[in-house]
């Protein structure tokens, strides 16, 4: 294809905005889908992002779409993810696009991820254009959005594009404003071969898959290219462009976007955002590359069974392979025996791998409440990063803990502007600003410690707001706090998987609720149980789990034979999920007690 004639364009949107929607129609309009394909969200192929109705993976499709100008051109669509624990992927899709079709639903407004998304569009130089979706809706008021649009974002929304991605209306007019309003890739195809890869994925047939934009220069099937950051060489087996199923071509060139395959084992045989270029002739000056993302939180993930630790470590090596923002290593638990401590970008992440892990590879995990990275400040002056709580150096080796902070902003009808003062208040918050965005809409914002949001903060916003607020959030630093390490004492032997470390004013609290909230998930036994918080030698709160009463145990076997069966695979399928601590069952809510007790 002519540079002058292709699009590299990616659709940003706060989530539920309608971006996938809006893809889905412009690949149906193009042609791109038959209609035997055709389902809803074409795009997000993983069955977990159908289910939850969010994109994880950013996705690309070159669309061949002859324009009212009577010309060829090539639209590549890169879809981006929705959500602010994948925002770094967003942040990787815009690298390799010159332009962003901002989709903003027109009965709702200018929102946290709307302005967030923005702001990295603009820093990666993107043009954009508005779009206001979802004009079917009676409560669409475009005209108050538009100006929204001009006023906090100082996007021209004159003459907007006025569209419902449900319904098709208008779309034909936005594919055609991709044409007309952004601009073309710049580049020189006989230069020197300089590509970004913008993602890379493991396939267990191909191998690596790197999906890479061409800036200057050709790469063509059977050349030697070279990784400019190892300046490790290898041959292209595969070139192809996703149409969106994966097309094989001879050729691709400056301005292009498309993958490839070289016998690559390793995702770190492809860094994202390193450089491609050609071992011949390689490049001077290689892409800046992107930020490396950190795991946020940690959670340990152990098998019920031990006998299934080998599997489960198979199954984290090739989900690993395919995010790098997860990482995982080897960690003993004295309650739980051998698993895992595994790292994530923020506990939607989490969530989706453990689902993945379950239904993927069919693992059965004990998973334990998550927890930040705490930095611990030693009297000798060395500083160690704790991931987990029970990993706590003694208090007498302590000089000083920190925890990692966060900026917060929320997006809210003034209305509710109260409430969210208060929820702020209560996690620690310290407000840094707040301002109106339009007469009816304000802007919020905090420095809150990331333990604090990090588990029921979004639930608590939208219920409090009636789903009305949104945020956007970052981790900006760390900050020393008097925090306390509170342990769970079983029978009185410490059970480590329990620890956690909390705020020393909230502890008692704090210590009380979570064991009361024990005693509940704990079932009784034939024995009693005695549940003890403590911080260090300090008892601070003291539950009992009473044992069973003779009689219903001897009622529960006396019954007749099938009864008694029901109730032995009742009892089986239960401890699927249980742990034996000592002599004591523990069912996996109890895990998750420690993040309901904050
Ligand atoms: P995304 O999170 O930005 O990808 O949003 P989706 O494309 O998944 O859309 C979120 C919800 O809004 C889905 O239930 C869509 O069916 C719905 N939706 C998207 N576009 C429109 C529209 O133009 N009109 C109406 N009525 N609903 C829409
Ligand atoms: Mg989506």
């Known amino acids: 294809a002519k540079i002058e004639n292709i699009r590299n364009f990616s659709i940003i949107a706060h989530i539920d905005h309608g971006k996938s929607t809006l893809a889905d129609r412009i690949l149906e309009i193009t042609g791109m889908v ?17 289910e939850r109705g969010i ?18 051109y090539i639209l590549n669509l890169i879809d981006t993810p929705g959500h602010v ?48 979706n979802k004009v079917d809706l009676p409560s669409t008021d475009c005209e108050r959005v538009a100006q929204e649009i001009e006023e ?9 594009l006025m569209i419902s991605a449900k319904t098709g209306l208008n779309v034909e007019a936005v594919i055609e404003s991709i044409v007309t309003d952004l601009p073309p890739p710049e580049g020189d195809p006989d230069a020197p071969l300089k590509a970004l890869i913008f993602d890379s994925w493991y396939d267990s047939y191909q191998g690596v898959v790197v999906l890479f934009r061409i800036l200057d220069g050709t790469i063509k099937k059977g050349d030697k290219i070279q990784i400019f950051s190892s300046k490790r060489e290898f041959d292209v087996t595969t070139l192809g462009v996703y149409t969106p199923e994966p097309q094989k071509t001879a050729m691709l060139a400056a301005g292009e976007v498309g993958f490839l395959c070289a016998s690559m084992k390793e995702l770190n045989d492809a860094p994202v955002g390193d450089t491609i270029t050609l071992a011949v002739d390689p490049v001077k000056d290689p892409f800046p590359g992107f930020k490396e993302v950190k795991p946020m939180v940690f959670c340990g993930l152990y098998p019920v069974e031990p006998a299934e630790y080998e599997p489960l470590k198979g199954a984290l090596e090739k989900l690993q392979l395919n995010d790098t923002a997860f990482s995982y290593e080897p960690e003993t638990s004295t309650a739980l025996g051998f698993g895992f401590r595994c790292g994530f970008l923020g506990l939607l992440h989490m969530e989706i791998i453990q689902e993945r ?34 990993k706590m150096p003694e208090a007498g080796d302590l000089e000083a803990l920190a925890e990692p902070y966060c900026r917060l902003e929320i997006h809210v009808p003034n209305d509710y502007v109260g409430a969210v003062l208060k929820l702020c208040e209560e996690k620690r918050g310290i407000q840094q600003d707040m301002r109106y965005l339009t007469s009816s809409r ?16 979004f639930d608590k916003l939208k219920s409090q707001t009636k789903g009305y607020a949104s945020l956007d959030y970052e981790v900006i630093d760390y900050r020393e706090s008097n925090l306390v390490k509170l342990d769970i004492l079983i029978n009185t032997d410490p059970v480590d998987a329990f620890s956690a470390i909390v705020h020393k004013e909230s502890a008692y609290p704090f210590g009380r609720s979570l064991a009361l909230k024990l005693k509940r998930a704990i079932p009784r036994q034939m024995f009693e149980i005695v549940i003890q918080a403590a911080i260090g030698r300090k008892i601070i709160a003291k539950e009992r789990v009473a044992p069973f009463r003779k009689n219903v145990t001897a009622k529960c076997y006396g019954g007749d034979i099938s009864r008694k069966r029901k109730l032995l695979e009742k009892q089986k399928e239960g401890k699927k999920r249980m742990k034996k601590m000592g002599n004591v069952e523990i069912p996996q809510e109890a895990f998750m007690a420690v993040l309901k007790a904050g």
């Open 34 to 50: 038959s209609d035997r394909e055709k389902k809803d969200q074409y795009l997000d192929k993983m069955e977990l992002e159908q």
């Open 55 to 72: 994109t994880i993976k950013a996705q690309t499709v070159r669309i061949p779409y002859k324009a009212a100008d009577g010309k060829e």
């Open 85 to 132: 624990d994948f925002s770094y992927e967003v942040s990787r899709s815009l690298a390799a696009s010159e332009g962003a079709l901002l989709v903003v639903d027109s009965t709702q407004g200018v929102e946290a991820q709307t302005l967030a998304n923005v702001f990295l569009a603009l820093d990666h130089d993107l043009e954009i254009v508005p779009v206001l």
């Open 152 to 160: 906090v974002i100082g996007l021209d929304c004159s003459d907007p």
């Open 357 to 390: 892990l379950e239904r993927e590879f069919q693992a059965k995990l004990i998973a334990t409440a998550p927890s930040v990275v705490y930095q611990a400040k030693l009297n000798n002056g060395e500083v160690l990063e704790i991931d987990n709580p029970s």
């Open 442 to 457: 304000v802007i919020i914002t905090y420095e809150v410690p990331f333990a604090e949001i990090m588990y029921d903060f």
